[in-house]
Each structure stands twice: as structure tokens, then as C-alpha cells.
């Protein structure tokens, strides 16, 4: 797949901070024994590469909102078409214990002229493993230059599940499963790795844009008034 300018300067953006925190987790694997030194460095390490993102697109695109999941917004202009939802260290935790169920994730968010919004491009990028996620409105998903779809398993006992919710998993009947980090889950699913997506509505504005891997995989997404259900 061809990258478009924008997809590109943000694959670029990843591929920068990745190195940071390739070096940082296998300080990290040293100091699982000491959490509290774990902890402190973990930090520092989601500083630096928000600090490595924000320098990045300040620099390249300087047009564009930068909206962090944390809650930070830099460069906040009413009138720009164009910004960018950035998850720094989605699953901080997994990084914390090194674990490699971490991505750094960015989505571009278009608004047109009637004040509608749209993801129009989404990178994921799991660092430890070196598993690139991408696709652009239109043009199909992407796991590093392989194109991707969603799994051809519709037999209930053969499909996969993820719930990140015990008392809804419950309700559904089905084991409570997530790997700590939404992003890699959307991933998973758009790759044939899972079948399907259960999660509670509560706090996931940051994370819709991603759908857009998932649906140019192939995949659908399902809403009602208390969750999203992902699926093949």
C-alpha cells in the first residue's frame, strides 16, 4: 500500500518514538523487582515519546489539534480540519510489567465543512514484535506490507471473544478476556486473531477513530445505548 503524506509523516512520528521505548523496555524487564523504580521510569519513558510525537507533528504538521487520551491537547485550533487522537502508551500498564501487549496508537480525524468528523487514517503500532497496524478510509487494513482481514470462523465454538467487563461478560455468558490494551484488541480482531469484540460504552471516545482498521478489514460494529459489539 502507498501511504498518503499524512499516514506517512505519522508512521514516521511512530517509527521515531518506537525506538525510545524499545530501549526502555528492556531497561524496564531489569526492574520488575524494584516497582517503584519500575514506575518512575515508565513515566519518563511515556514522557519522552509524547515529547518525541509532539515535535514531530509540530514540525510537519503544525495545522493539525493534537488530542492526547490523557487529556492533553496541544496546539488546540478551532477552525483546523484535521487532528489527531494520540493514545502515547496504550496499555501503560502491560509496559509497566513488561509485558508486550502495548501499542502506540495515533488516528486522524478529518472535519468537513458541516461540522461532521471522521477517522480517515489510524496507525497501531506494537513495539516489542514489530507489528505495524495501518489503513486509510477507503483503502483497505494493513499488518506491516500485508494486507489483512477479519477471520472467516462463525461457529460459536470455534470463535474468540474479548470482554474488558466481568459483570457484562457475565450477562453474555461468556468468559471475560482482554489483553489491556483496546487498541491491540481492534488489531487482533482486524487480523483474524479474535472473532469478536464486547465493550461497555463508558469512557471510549478515544478509541472509536480505531474502528476504521477493523471496518477496512472487513469487520462490523454493532451499537446500542450501553455497548459497542466488533465482530467478523
Excluded at 515508565?42 to 514540525?59: G, H, M, P, W
Aim: proline share 2%; net charge neutral.
Amino acid at each position: 500500500m502507498r501511504f498518503s503524506a499524512n499516514l506517512n509523516i505519522i508512521i514516521k512520528a511512530i517509527e521515531k518514538a518506537s525506538n525510545h521505548i524499545s530501549r526502555d523496555f528492556v531497561e524496564l524487564e531489569n526492574l520488575q523487582s524494584n516497582p517503584a523504580s519500575a514506575s518512575k521510569f515508565t513515566s519518563a519513558s511515556y514522557n519522552r515519546v509524547k515529547q518525541v510525537l509532539i515535535e514531530d507533528f509540530a514540525k510537519f504538521r503544525p495545522e493539525f489539534n493534537i488530542i492526547f487520551s490523557d487529556g492533553q491537547k496541544v496546539s488546540n485550533q478551532e477552525e483546523s480540519e484535521y487532528s489527531l487522537i494520540i493514545h502515547v502508551v496504550d496499555g501503560i500498564e502491560n509496559l509497566l510489567r513488561a509485558s508486550t501487549d502495548f501499542t502506540v496508537s495515533i488516528a486522524l480525524i478529518y472535519r468537513n465543512s458541516n461540522g461532521q468528523s471522521e477517522a480517515i487514517s489510524v496507525a497501531i503500532s506494537k513495539i516489542i514484535g514489530g507489528e505495524l497496524y495501518y489503513s486509510e478510509k477507503g483503502f483497505g487494513a494493513y499488518l506491516n506490507n500485508r494486507r489483512i482481514r477479519v477471520s472467516k470462523r462463525i461457529s460459536k465454538a470455534e470463535m474468540l471473544t474479548v470482554c474488558d467487563d466481568i459483570k457484562l461478560a457475565q450477562d453474555l455468558k461468556i468468559m471475560p478476556r482482554n489483553l489491556g490494551c483496546k487498541t491491540l484488541e481492534i488489531a487482533n480482531l482486524a487480523s483474524a486473531k479474535i472473532e469478536q469484540i464486547i465493550y461497555k460504552k463508558t469512557n471510549f471516545e478515544f478509541f472509536q477513530p480505531f474502528f476504521l482498521l477493523l471496518k477496512e478489514a472487513g469487520g462490523k460494529v454493532v451499537e446500542d445505548e450501553e455497548k459497542y459489539i466488533l465482530s467478523n
